[in-house]
C-alpha cells in the first residue's frame, strides 16, 4: 500500500505536495518522494523514511515548479531497503516522464521480460513501477510517432496499458512540458480521486481526506479503467480507456487501510466501520451471551468505530484499555521475536483499572498473524482480566493479497488451514468471534449500490483480475525482497507469526 498524489497550479506546488504527504503518511512509512516540473525540466528528492525526515528546508528549495507529484512508500514488490525503488521514477524519453503508483503488478516479470526483448527497453530496478513506467513510456512513444503530444495520444496510451498490465494500479506522472496524467486500473481496486481549490489548482490523490485537508474541493472519484490528463493551464480531459471497467475496491481500505474522515468510491469509511461493528455485535450475541461480558476496549486505532458501535447496540460499556505509544520504533526490523514482544509492550500499554477482575471483549480491526493479537491477550490477563475474549471486525484471512497489501505467504496467516477454535487456542483468548465475509460485503456494499462487488481475495480468496494462481502467489512471494515482516501496521504493531512448529 501506498500514497500518491499530483498537482498543476499556477503557484509553486512543493509545500502543497508536501502537506498533501503527510496526510497520506499513514500509507506508507518507508520512503517518500516529491517531484516537480519547471518548464521542461525536473527536480526530484526521494529518500527512506518518513515524510518529516525525508524533506529538510534545502530539499524544499530545491524543488520548483508549479506542477509535481509525490509518493509515500510502503514496499510490496522490490527490495524494501533499496533507496533506489524509493519513487517516484524517471525515464527520458519520450517526452521525459515521472511516475509514481500505488499497487502491485502481477504480470510483472512477464512484462520485464517483454519490456526488453520486444520493446528493447531497460529496467534496473525489482521494482513494478520501473516496469510500469516503461510500459506507459513505450505506448507513448508508440501513439505520437515522433509528433506533438496531444491528449488523445495519452488517452491511446493509456488504453494499451491497461491491455498489457494486469493487477492494481492508481497511477499518477508527469509528462515533461505537457502536463499530469492520472489513470486508475480496470477494476478500480486502489483508490484515486481528483478536486480543485478556489485558485483553480488541480490535485489529484490516494484519498479525499488528502484534498480536504489543503483546502482542496473534492470533485470525484476517477473511474475504474479511466485516465484523466490535466494540461499546463489546468484544462482537464477526460476518458475512459479500460474495455470492460468494473467497480471492485479492495475491501482491506474500509477495514483498516484508509482514513476513517476519507470517503472512497462514494463510502465513508468511517461510516463503513460503524456498519462492520453492527453486523459483528450480531455475531458476538450468537456466539456468546452479552450478559458475559463487562466491558468492551478496543485494540487502538482503526477498529475504534466498530468498537463502538458494537458496544452501543449491546449496551455493554465502552472504554479505552490501551495508551499508545506513537513513537516507538517498528517492530519488524528488530532481531529476534523475544526483542519483538517487548517492542509490541513498548507500544502498548494497559489501564489496568479498565481489566481488573472484569470479562473483557477486545475488539480489533483485523487479525493478520496472530502473535499481537496473542500478547495483547496476555497482557490483558496480567492487568487482571477474569476472561478474555476477542473480536474481529474483519473475517479471517486466509489467502495472500497479490494488490498492493503485502500480506504474508499463507503459512504466516494464522488463519491459514486452521478452524477458529485452533486460532482461538494459538492466541490464547477464551473465545474468538470473527466477522463472516458475506457480513462484511453487505455492511460495506450496502453504502453505494453502484459497485459492482469487492476484492476481498484475503479473505476469500477470489482474485478479481482472475488471473491468479497459486503459482502466481509462490513467485510474487518470492519477489519480496529485504522484508521479513511486509505488513506492518500503522494503527498498531504487527509481529510475525511463528512457524506452525514453535505455535
Same mark, same amino acid.
Given at each position: 500500500? &501506498? ?8 503557484? %509553486? ?12 503518511? #499513514?500509507r ?17 528528492? @526521494? ?27 510502503? %514496499?510490496?514488490?522490490?527490495? $524494501? ?25 502481477t504480470? !510483472?516479470q ?9 520493446? #528493447?527497453? #531497460? ?7 520501473e ?19 496531444? %491528449? ?20 499518477? &506522472? ?7 496524467? $492520472?489513470?486508475?486500473? %480496470? ?29 482542496? @474541493?473534492?470533485?470525484r ?23 470492460? *471497467? ?39 450475541i ?11 476496549? *478496543? ?46 509492550r513498548?507500544?502498548? /500499554? ?8 472484569? /470479562? ?32 474481529? !471486525?474483519?473475517?479471517p ?10 500480506? *504474508? ?6 488463519? #491459514? ?14 473465545e ?15 453504502? /453505494?449500490?453502484?459497485?459492482?462487488g ?24 518470492? $519477489? ?17 507469526i ?6
Open positions: 500500500m &501506498c500514497g500518491i498524489v499530483g498537482v498543476v497550479s499556477n503557484a %509553486p506546488v512543493n509545500q502543497l505536495i508536501y502537506d498533501a504527504l503527510l496526510l497520506l503518511q #499513514h506508507g512509512q518507508d520512503a517518500a518522494g516529491i517531484v516537480t516540473q519547471q518548464g521542461r525540466k525536473v527536480y526530484m528528492h @526521494k529518500a527512506k523514511g518518513m515524510v518529516k525526515d525525508v524533506f529538510r528546508t534545502r530539499n524544499m528549495r530545491a524543488l520548483p515548479g508549479n506542477a509535481g507529484l509525490g509518493q509515500v512508500r510502503y %514496499p510490496t514488490a522490490g527490495n $524494501a531497503d533499496s533507496e533506489e525503488e524509493a519513487q517516484p521514477f524517471y525515464v527520458n524519453a519520450p517526452f521525459g516522464i515521472t511516475l509514481a503508483h500505488n499497487g502491485n503488478l504480470n !510483472a512477464a512484462l520485464k521480460a517483454e519490456l526488453f526483448s520486444t520493446d #528493447h527497453r #531497460h529496467i534496473n530496478t525489482e521494482s513494478d513501477t516496469v510500469l513506467l516503461n510500459v506507459l513510456a513505450h505506448e507513448l512513444e508508440r501513439a505520437t510517432r515522433g509528433l506533438p503530444l496531444k %491528449p488523445e495520444d495519452v488517452f491511446t496510451a493509456v488504453s494499451n496499458v491497461h491491455r498489457r498490465v494486469r493487477g492494481s494500479y492508481a497511477v499518477v &506522472c508527469l509528462i515533461a512540458g505537457h502536463g499530469m496524467l $492520472a489513470f486508475r486500473d %480496470p477494476y478500480g481496486i486502489r483508490p484515486l480521486c481528483v478536486g480543485r481549490s478556489a485558485d483553480g489548482t488541480v490535485m489529484v490523490a490516494s484519498e479525499s481526506v488528502t484534498l480536504e485537508g489543503t483546502g482542496h @474541493k473534492f470533485d472519484n476517477i473511474l475504474p479503467g479511466e485516465a484523466i490528463f490535466v494540461d499546463l493551464e489546468g484544462n482537464l480531459h477526460a476518458r475512459q480507456c479500460a474495455e470492460n *471497467p468494473k467497480l471492485n475496491p479492495c475491501i482491506f481500505e474500509f477495514v483498516y487501510l484508509a482514513r476513517p474522515d476519507s470517503v472512497l468510491d462514494g463510502i465513508s469509511v468511517y461510516q463503513a466501520r460503524l456498519n462492520l461493528g453492527e453486523t459483528l455485535a450480531k455475531r458476538v450468537s456466539t456468546l451471551p452479552p450478559s458475559e461480558i463487562d466491558v468492551v476496549i *478496543p485494540i487502538p486505532e482503526s477498529s475504534r468505530p466498530s468498537a463502538m458501535q458494537l458496544a452501543q447496540l449491546l449496551g455493554i460499556p465502552y472504554r479505552e484499555g490501551f495508551v499508545k505509544n506513537r513513537y516507538v520504533g517498528r517492530t519488524f526490523i528488530m532481531p529476534g521475536q523475544a526483542v519483538r514482544k517487548k517492542s509490541v513498548q507500544k502498548l /500499554n494497559v489501564i489496568a483499572s479498565e481489566f481488573k477482575g472484569r /470479562n473483557v471483549l477486545l475488539v480489533d480491526d483485523s487479525i493478520v498473524r496472530g502473535t499481537t493479537s496473542r500478547e495483547i491477550v496476555q497482557m490483558a490477563r496480567e492487568a487482571g482480566a477474569r476472561k478474555v475474549y476477542m473480536a474481529s !471486525a474483519a473475517p484471512v486466509r489467502f495472500p493479497n497479490v494488490y498492493g497489501i503485502d500480506m *504474508p505467504t499463507p503459512q504466516e496467516l494464522v488463519a #491459514h488451514g486452521r478452524t477458529v477454535d485452533e486460532v482461538k487456542a494459538l492466541i490464547g483468548c477464551d474468538l468471534i470473527y466477522q463472516d465475509v458475506d457480513g462484511m460485503k453487505k455492511a460495506i456494499g450496502s453504502l /453505494n449500490a453502484k459497485l459492482d469487492f476484492d476481498a481475495s484475503c479473505f476469500d480468496g477470489v482474485y478479481v483480475t482472475g488471473d491468479i494462481n497459486p503459482e502466481d502467489i509462490a513467485r510474487i512471494n518470492e $519477489a519480496r525482497i529485504g522484508q521479513e515482516d511486509p505488513l506492518e501496521e500503522n494503527s498498531r504493531s504487527r509481529l510475525t511463528p512457524n506452525a512448529q514453535e505455535a
